[in-house]
């Protein structure tokens, strides 16, 4: 029998890794545009404190991040239960792991949503203004048609790294593509077999996704000429 009858466990595990991707998304795409929303206000403390999220977590490893808010929130949960004398819950590692990529994606979309709204011409919406538009008008009807198409680039080689990166969430126990290729190796001492299936599964995830991206990309670039260089 083919890899001893494993291949539908780590094909339950590329299931599991496309909810991981998909979740860890959605949240960091929220902070990203919270985070670039802040480093764009005018009032310093707010876009000094983006700006010192986005810095540290981009500076620093995503698996210590992992370990770190993992292995550190559960110790605080656990002092904090200690001190109240009450059991400590243990935190579920489906999410801790997309809360902890999440969070540090945002850190990366927050950059990538800020690019995009710098980008959208000044005059555009200062025109908008003097139209009698609201802010909250001009930055729905005009910021943020526009800066979609800036910030696709930037956002589809995030999600492809993103994807990636929830291999991660393997050394936290979360039984994804990662954690059952290693105990599928394991049992059937073919980590060349077993590897190379799961390098073609994220490859055929990330092939899908460049080709949506793309489509999107042109999608919103109707009506723009291109640069010739």
Same mark, same amino acid.
């Given at each position: 029998?083919?890899?001893?009858?494993?291949?539908?466990?780590?094909?339950?595990?590329?299931?599991?890794?496309?909810?991981?991707? $998909? +979740?860890?998304?959605?949240?960091?795409? /929220?902070?990203?545009?919270? !985070?670039?929303?802040? =480093?764009?206000?005018?009032? #310093?403390?707010?876009?000094?404190?983006?700006?010192?999220?986005?810095?540290?977590?981009?500076?620093?490893?995503?698996?210590?991040?992992?370990?770190?808010?993992?292995?550190?929130?559960?110790?605080?949960?656990?002092?904090?239960?200690?001190?109240?004398?009450?059991?400590?819950?243990?935190?579920?590692?489906?999410?801790?792991?997309?809360?902890?990529?999440?969070?540090?994606?945002?850190?990366?979309?927050?950059?990538?949503?800020?690019?995009?709204?710098? $980008? +959208?011409?000044?005059?555009?919406?200062? /025109?908008?203004?003097?139209? !009698?538009?609201?802010? =909250?008008?001009?930055?729905? #009807?005009?910021?943020?048609?526009?800066?979609?198409?800036?910030?696709?680039?930037?956002?589809?080689?995030?999600?492809?790294?993103?994807?990636?990166?929830?291999?991660?969430?393997?050394?936290?126990?979360?039984?994804?593509?990662?954690?059952?290729?290693?105990?599928?190796?394991?049992?059937?001492?073919?980590?060349?077999?077993?590897?190379?299936?799961?390098?073609?599964?994220?490859?055929?995830?990330?092939?899908?996704?460049?080709?949506?991206?793309?489509?999107?990309?042109?999608?919103?670039?109707?009506?723009?000429?291109?640069?010739?260089?």
């Amino acid at each position: 029998m083919f890899l001893q009858g494993y291949l539908p466990g780590i094909l339950e595990g590329t299931r599991l890794t496309l909810e991981v991707s $998909a +979740v860890s998304l959605i949240v960091s795409v /929220a902070l990203g545009l919270f !985070g670039a929303m802040c =480093r764009l206000s005018p009032v #310093r403390p707010v876009a000094l404190f983006a700006e010192i999220y986005s810095t540290v977590v981009r500076g620093v490893p995503d698996l210590v991040w992992m370990f770190v808010l993992f292995f550190g929130g559960q110790m605080v949960i656990n002092d904090l239960a200690a001190s109240m004398g009450a059991e400590a819950p243990q935190i579920d590692s489906f999410i801790a792991g997309t809360l902890t990529i999440g969070f540090i994606f945002g850190a990366y979309m927050t950059e990538t949503f800020r690019g995009a709204i710098l $980008a +959208v011409p000044r005059g555009q919406i200062e /025109a908008g203004l003097a139209y !009698g538009m609201s802010p =909250r008008r001009v930055f729905m #009807r005009i910021t943020v048609p526009q800066m979609v198409r800036f910030a696709l680039p930037g956002f589809s080689n995030n999600w492809l790294v993103l994807v990636k990166t929830t291999a991660l969430v393997s050394v936290i126990g979360l039984p994804d593509m990662m954690y059952q290729a290693d105990n599928t190796k394991s049992a059937t001492q073919q980590p060349f077999t077993v590897y190379m299936i799961v390098a073609g599964l994220y490859l055929v995830i990330t092939t899908v996704s460049i080709l949506i991206l793309d489509r999107l990309q042109k999608r919103y670039s109707l009506g723009t000429r291109e640069t010739e260089l």
